[in-house]
């Protein structure tokens, strides 16, 4: 119900239209019911968005509504932004592809094209697939009329149950896990498809070859986390010793305060993803989630900061680097956390690429080009390495909570 509407049906003496009279009490809890639910609908309707619960869910945005931040076109072709929507329709034909690499998730895409295009979304490929029978996995969007393939099927893999074509916004849900793939479109599934030599991991990519298409709601929910922490005690971590931190399970929570000093995981990783949520009990306080790190030297790791302070009240001016940036590395580009409020963090490191999402929006997209060596604070470090979380300083207060990882095939 919209405001205006609910407003109509009241009149001036205070009555519900076609109702008894109801008291000012009465009223006001009917307007304010109707308001958050108007409010949670139209919130959960808005393109390009997360709600609550996904972010707490593990989803990301792959498409922020406004920018191509995150993606890169492999050929030249007119890929552009507008009223929410990345939209193509000529240029040298190939893909968009997302600078991130994925391995297994469950996608959802909005896609609208007409009745004479023949576009796609590749799963796990190169920037530059060559044959989407080995190399790529390609979800077509054509009809029967241009393609064998239609919307639906696996180009040179598997054809799908064929739907009826429709020039309105379609969403394809896609979950891979492992060889195995299931694709929806508008809930109803069009295909089972296992490979028995599936590809591991690679972009995502959107399509230009025939025609013109539109996508939005690009999300994504990595799979196959497992939990880092236990929520009772600090089993399979360890207090990086002669330290000032101090570190406890509170509430089923991990909790940190004074500094300096680290916790450091007895499990390494390499190529990852990590999801945790954390909480600063104070304003402008400082902390971090080191990665890659040396085993037993202290938050010697590329850091992903905390920090949710920002300058002349622009989120996109961050202090110290900024929440979800890559410390002296690559500011976060909007600082998307508050203080005194659980925020969700997602990592992905894989080869020399890190991205880092906060609240699911996309904060940093960074490829580490320095020569390789073992420390990575002098240069590229693939090898496998501790996770540490930080006690900055005597004002430190954190919380963290819900820390769950998965390592990622080469």
């Known amino acids: 119900m919209r405001l205006n509407e609910m407003k109509s049906r009241f009149n001036g003496a205070g009555y519900l239209l076609g109702g008894p009279l109801l008291n000012r009490r009465a009223m006001l809890n009917v307007l304010l019911v109707a308001l958050v639910s108007y409010s949670s609908t139209t919130f959960a309707a808005e393109p390009n968005t997360l709600t609550p619960d996904e972010i707490r869910d593990g989803w990301i945005l792959l498409f922020d509504g406004e920018t191509l931040f995150g993606w890169e076109p492999a050929t030249k072709a007119n890929w552009s932004v507008a009223d929410g929507t990345i939209s193509v329709s000529d240029g040298e034909p190939g893909l968009l592809n997302t600078t991130s690499e994925f391995a297994n998730y469950t996608l959802r895409v909005d896609f609208r094209s007409p009745t004479d295009t023949n576009s796609g979304i590749f799963l796990r490929t190169a920037a530059h697939p060559t044959d989407p029978a080995t190399d790529c996995y390609e979800l077509n969007i054509a009809t029967e009329a241009v393609s064998p393939f239609p919307t639906g099927s696996f180009v040179k893999r598997k054809k799908g149950r064929v739907p009826a074509h429709s020039d309105d916004w379609r969403s394809y849900e896609v979950t891979a896990q492992g060889g195995h793939f299931v694709v929806k479109l508008d809930g109803e599934m069009l295909l089972d498809y296992r490979d028995p030599q599936p590809i591991p991991r690679g972009r995502i990519g959107l399509q230009l070859n025939q025609g013109k298409v539109q996508f939005r709601n690009i999300k994504l929910k990595p799979l196959g986390l ?161 996770l540490q979380l930080q006690g900055h300083d005597p004002t430190t207060d954190v919380r963290f909570r819900n820390l769950r990882a998965v390592e990622v095939a080469k």
């Open 226 to 386: 497992k939990p880092l922490f236990n929520g009772n005690d600090l089993s399979h971590w360890k207090v990086y010793p002669g330290k000032q931190s101090g570190f406890s399970v509170v509430d089923g929570e991990i909790d940190v305060k004074n500094g300096p000093g680290a916790l450091e995981s007895e499990c390494q990783f390499g190529d990852f993803v990590l999801q945790l949520e954390a909480k600063t009990n104070g304003k402008g306080l400082n902390s971090g989630v080191f990665f890659r790190s040396i085993p037993g030297e202290y938050t010697n790791g590329y850091e992903s900061q905390i920090q949710n302070a920002f300058q002349d009240g622009d989120r996109t001016k961050p202090t110290d680097c900024g929440t979800g940036g890559i410390f002296r590395r690559q500011k976060a580009r909007r600082v998307l956390a508050n203080d005194f409020e659980w925020f969700t963090k997602s990592i992905m490191a894989t080869g020399p690429h890190i991205a880092v999402w906060v609240n699911g929006f996309q904060v940093t997209d960074w490829t580490d080009d320095r020569k390789p060596d073992d420390n990575p604070r002098k240069g590229l470090r693939l090898a496998a390495g501790t």
